[in-house]
């Protein structure tokens, strides 16, 4: 069965460094996403991003956020400057269409110390 | 704005059990709605879905939803509950016009005993 993959499965870094979190949605996927959730909080929506674009996005995706789709199968979501608040788990998903189910990947934890 | 309530943060049933777990939704227009699950260190696996239509909506692993418009419900339930559902549950909705952009319940924390 098709899945959403994601890596590093967990990943620490200092403060104010860069990072990159990598996704590799459905083949046959046009829309992608990224959710993050902080520890004890819920599930939120960062961005979407179809036909090399963003379509969506929440005021949580701020400048320091990014996404990109460097080639045909990789989705990218880059912290530019990371910050303590930055720590969570950060998903990506993908979907047929905008309108039909998202399949999410298993996450990566990110830490910042 | 929009928002998911799920009240209950931890359920705990026997194994065997039937289960339903509670969602609300507050929304100026009927949504999408969706059930998600995430067993640990795992991802959000998808256990079904409403669009339109059938007001029951069956899922994977035996579970089944009710959508109840006129109570904004969304509740979740299964008739016999087995240990591997242990897990953490989450009720999410999506616009009908951009069904994707998901608001998640804080989820609520399956626990089976055996």
């Known amino acids: 069965e098709p899945e959403v993959t994601q890596t590093p499965s967990h990943q620490v870094t200092q403060m104010g460094q860069e990072v990159i979190l990598r996704c590799v949605p459905i083949s046959n996927h046009l829309y992608f996403y990224w959710y993050r959730q902080i520890l004890g909080q819920k599930v939120e929506f960062l961005v979407s991003?179809?036909?090399?674009?963003?379509?969506?996005k929440s005021e949580i995706f701020d400048d320091q956020f990014s996404v990109e789709r460097p080639d045909g199968s990789n989705f990218t979501l880059k912290i530019r400057s990371t910050k303590l608040e930055d720590s969570a788990m950060y998903f990506c998903a993908s979907s047929r269409s905008e309108n039909t189910e998202a399949f999410f990947g298993q996450g990566t934890r990110l830490t910042v110390v | 704005a929009q928002s998911v309530t799920q009240p209950d943060i931890h359920i705990t049933v026997s194994e065997g059990a039937s289960l339903e777990l509670r969602c609300n939704y507050s929304?100026?227009?009927?949504?999408?709605l969706f059930w998600y699950v995430q067993s640990p260190g795992q991802g959000l696996q998808l256990l079904l879905k409403y669009f339109s239509g059938d007001t029951l909506v069956q899922g994977i692993k035996g579970f089944e939803a009710e959508f109840k418009r006129s109570q904004s419900s969304f509740n979740l339930r299964k008739p016999s509950v087995h240990w591997s559902d242990a897990a953490e549950y989450f009720c999410a909705v999506g616009p009908k016009e951009y069904g994707n952009k998901l608001v998640f319940g804080a989820g609520t924390i399956l626990r089976v005993k055996s």
């Open positions: 929304y100026g227009a009927t949504p999408y």
């Open positions: 991003f179809y036909n090399n674009e963003i379509s969506e």
